[in-house]
């Protein structure tokens, strides 16, 4: 992809940004909340106030097809990496949800707010106990050990609202070690949907769900291609109201 990627209702400037634009990226920013009824346009069918949050913005394209989506939410990404942060935060100004959305720089478990979310969010790193990437700057972005994952349901648990719920965008195998980490925090599993690559492969990842309630959960699936280079018809349909190619 290019350093700017056209969306139909924003721009997205990934310079300076470790983490581009990426399909596990794109998929949680057009499912997250999916419990909502939506219009063809992509945005929520009378969604009320919400408050949502990105952990780990990058870019900031989640929260913007987020802002797109729930169009009386506001929207806050918290990013650490400074660079990318100034790229994000210059998204977020250059984009017609501007006035809902804010960029806040520096770790996420060291941001003293006293906000609550209705949704939070993240396409988080997870090479866990990995070989690290020798450049820095992508090594942050990249790996983590599971410490980071035990203190985002820990933030999580304090700050959802009490509906609210956390959805993250994961590989299929941390999948009982969240639920795990949840249950400890007081969370419940909320659903999920396995996504494959083909309908023959198997799941590599999981956008998983947790809420202090759940709400009639349930598995999911998703398959991105129908045939080499061929996306589905269900993620044309998912991406169409965001990319200009649909």
Same mark, same amino acid.
């Given at each position: 992809?290019?350093?700017?990627?056209?969306?139909?209702?924003?721009? /997205?400037?990934?310079?300076?940004?470790?983490?581009?634009?990426?399909?596990?990226? /794109?998929?949680?920013? $057009?499912?997250?909340?999916?419990?909502?009824?939506?219009?063809?346009d992509?945005? $929520?069918?009378n969604p009320? +106030?919400?408050?949502?949050?990105?952990?780990?913005t990058?870019?900031?394209?989640? +929260?913007? @097809? %987020? $802002?797109? =989506?729930?169009?009386?939410?506001?929207?806050?990404?918290?990013?650490?990496?400074?660079?990318?942060a100034?790229?994000?935060?210059?998204?977020?100004?250059?984009?017609?949800?501007?006035? #809902?959305m804010q960029?806040?720089?520096?770790?996420?478990?060291?941001?003293?707010? &006293? *906000?609550?979310?209705d949704?939070?969010?993240?396409?988080? !790193?997870?090479?866990?106990?990995? %070989?690290?990437?020798?450049?820095? =700057?992508?090594?942050?972005?990249?790996?983590?050990?599971?410490?980071?994952?035990? &203190? @985002?349901?820990?933030?999580?648990?304090? #700050? %959802?609202?009490?509906?609210?719920?956390?959805?993250?965008?994961?590989?299929?195998?941390?999948?009982?070690f *969240?639920?795990?980490?949840? /249950?400890?925090?007081?969370? &419940?599993?909320?659903?999920?949907?396995?996504? =494959?690559?083909?309908?023959?492969?198997?799941?590599?990842r999981?956008?998983?769900?947790?809420a #202090?309630?759940?709400? =009639? !959960?349930?598995?999911?699936?998703?398959?991105?291609?129908?045939?080499r280079?061929?996306?589905?018809? +269900?993620?044309?349909?998912? *991406?169409?109201?965001?990319? %200009?190619?649909?």
């Open positions: 992809m290019g350093q700017v990627f056209q969306f139909k209702q924003f721009a /997205v400037d990934q310079n300076n940004v470790p983490m581009r634009i990426n399909t596990d990226g /794109v998929l949680l920013g $057009a499912t997250a909340g999916f419990h909502q009824e939506e219009a063809v992509g945005s $929520a069918v009320g +106030a919400m408050d949502i949050l990105d952990i780990g990058g870019t900031g394209v989640i +929260a913007l @097809m %987020l $802002a797109q =989506r729930f169009e009386q939410a506001k929207v806050w990404g918290v990013e650490i990496d400074e660079l990318a100034e790229t994000a935060g210059m998204n977020f100004k250059q984009s017609p949800f501007k006035n #809902r960029l806040v720089h520096g770790d996420i478990f060291h941001w003293q707010t &006293e *906000l609550h979310f949704l939070i969010v993240s396409n988080p !790193p997870f090479y866990i106990n990995s %070989l690290h990437n020798p450049d820095q =700057r992508k090594k942050v972005a990249k790996h983590t050990d599971d410490t980071f994952f035990k &203190e @985002m349901i820990k933030f999580a648990s304090e #700050r %959802l609202k009490a509906d609210g719920q956390i959805q993250l965008i994961v590989p299929i195998e941390m999948e009982q *969240l639920k795990d980490e949840a /249950v400890a925090h007081g969370l &419940e599993w909320n659903g999920q949907c396995n996504i =494959r690559s083909f309908e023959d492969s198997d799941s590599f999981c956008i998983i769900s947790f #202090r309630k759940a709400h =009639r !959960p349930k598995t999911e699936e998703f398959i991105i291609y129908k045939g280079g061929i996306y589905s018809d +269900a993620y044309n349909h998912l *991406l169409e109201p965001f990319f %200009l190619a649909f």
